[in-house]
């Protein structure tokens, strides 16, 4: 894999170190694709050469501090550097919501003259649950149906947020990422690792 240098990298003494342009060339060191129990993938890679545009090639060490993905992409840094996908806490939210919708379109309610209640808008909450607009038209067709539909889309939700695959990492072409060079978490002279935006 390859990262582009898009701002010049200076010493203390404002001598020009890297320039704009140089190529930094590296490998991925580890890959881990998403598991079941919505375990998430993982991707380190070390950066092993960097090539300036006059066509020199120097050896570097070169690791992950930042990637600048769309939120949408859940991504984030562990300690080692590697890229691994988050998944949001609220996530746990709707099958706790949905599991209670289920229940709850179990319990039939009667009128003041003991005649079943229809219920309508219970109904039509537990087929939103189950399959959205559809099942909200739907589970207007009996209670029975509507909580069939309500305990579907329940166990739907608890599968795809605990058991399904997790997410895997990508990284689109262009991403900005942020790299250090040297050993991670070294420090030299005082100074923290030298870092610019590449992409």
Known sequence: MEAVVTRPLFSTGHSLLI??????????????????????????????????????????QGYLEGVEADFDAHLALDQEGAAHATSPKTRFIFPAIAMAVAGLSLHQDYNAQGVPDQDMGGRAESGAVGLGLIGTLLAQASRTLASGIAFTGAGFSVYSTFIARGEDVVLPVNTP??????????????????????H
């Open 177 to 198: 990422v942020k790299v250090s060079l040297g050993a991670r978490g070294d420090e030299a002279g005082g100074e923290q690792p030298a870092r610019r935006g590449l």
């Open 19 to 60: 320039p704009e342009g140089s190529r930094l060339v590296g490998d991925v060191v580890m890959a881990q694709p998403a598991r079941c129990l919505h375990r998430n993938g993982k991707v380190l890679f070390v950066f092993r050469q960097i090539k300036l545009p006059a066509g020199a090639v120097e050896g570097i």
